[in-house]
């Protein structure tokens, strides 16, 4: 069992071992986030968070919910709205012990070009 958790550790992440790649993505808002993102089936990664411990910020037009600590702010994961048996969950390596992802690959990956870039919003007046 490995854990993650944000600063303030109201948000807890369980997952069952090592991530075996951390994927670096460049899209407007991983890049943003600054996360290194592990992929975990839900049968072997656990939030556990108190009420209200957790804020959502739904991207892609709703198809990815962000979650982070409501208390401190670090995102902790991310997963699609629309839950599947076979979906993933994107924990935020970030949020484990820096010894404990040391030596894992990181895959870049280049989601700036793939998933499209979009015009920066005016901003609020």
């Known amino acids: 069992m490995l854990f993650a958790s ?12 090592r991530p075996r790649r951390l994927t670096e993505c460049n899209c407007s808002i991983c890049r ?3 996360a290194l993102w592990a992929y975990y089936s839900h049968r072997t990664a656990r939030v556990v968070a108190g009420r209200n411990s957790l804020s959502i910020y739904r991207w ?3 198809a990815l919910e962000f979650y982070h600590c409501s208390e401190c702010g ?7 709205s629309r839950k599947r048996p076979d979906s993933t969950v994107a924990v935020n390596a970030r949020m484990m012990e820096p010894e404990e992802i040391a030596s894992i690959e990181i895959r870049r990956f280049d989601g700036a070009s793939r998933l499209g870039k979009r015009p920066p919003r005016s901003p609020v007046r």
């Not at 944000?6 to 071992?17: M, W």
């Not at 670090?74 to 699609?80: D, I, S, Y």
Request: charged share 30%; aromatic share 4%.
């Open 6 to 17: 944000c600063h303030c550790g109201a948000v807890r992440l369980e997952v069952a071992r």
């Open 74 to 80: 670090c995102v902790t994961h991310h997963e699609r």
């Open 60 to 62: 892609r037009n709703g």
């Open 32 to 34: 943003r986030y600054g």
